[in-house]
């Protein structure tokens, strides 16, 4: 059985042979699996709505297990909390345990995005801009998941 990486993001390191178009090296891309699991598949972002990458046509079948082995694991987007302080360009902090939402930019490199209580508002919730810094690779691997309930639209 060909050994093919789990479904969920990722960051090729090389283009992928008779692809190289579609996937070249330092992309961001999602393994899936279709719904009957018999097949795995990779696919390029789509459109980006709140930080948010989401996916769609066309996908590839995954079929080259030694192509996968080159694919780097990326921590899912979602919200995280800061292992230590970022010291910012222009004299700003991010401070250590600060929740920022973790998102990628096309070539799969994480992307944070402080939480920010608007003072302003009378809304008691954190807001995030669309606008974060790179975070290298080593600070991306270290992040803690912060576990925000998600809450559809129609609830009350």
């Not at 930080?51 to 694991?73: H, I, M, Q």
């Not at 230590?84 to 490199?109: H, M, S």
């Amino acid at each position: 059985m060909f050994e093919l990486p789990e479904p969920g993001l990722y960051r090729t390191t090389t283009a992928m042979p008779g692809h190289e178009a579609e996937f070249p090296a330092n992309a961001l891309v999602y393994v899936g699996q279709t719904q009957n699991g018999a097949t795995r598949f990779i696919v390029r972002p789509g459109r980006n709505e709140n930080n948010r990458w989401f996916w769609g046509e066309p996908t590839t079948p995954l079929r080259s297990p030694t192509w996968a082995k080159t694919l780097k694991k990326l921590p899912a987007e979602g919200f995280y909390t800061l292992p230590e302080a970022i010291e910012l360009d222009g004299g700003g902090r991010w401070l250590e345990n600060a929740v920022v939402q973790l998102g990628y930019n096309g070539e799969g490199r994480g992307i944070a995005f402080v939480g920010e209580q608007r003072e302003a508002s009378g809304e008691n919730a954190l807001h995030f801009s669309d606008k974060g810094i790179v975070l290298e690779d080593n600070m991306l691997e270290r992040l803690l998941w912060a576990p925000i309930l998600p809450v559809p639209k129609d609830a009350n």
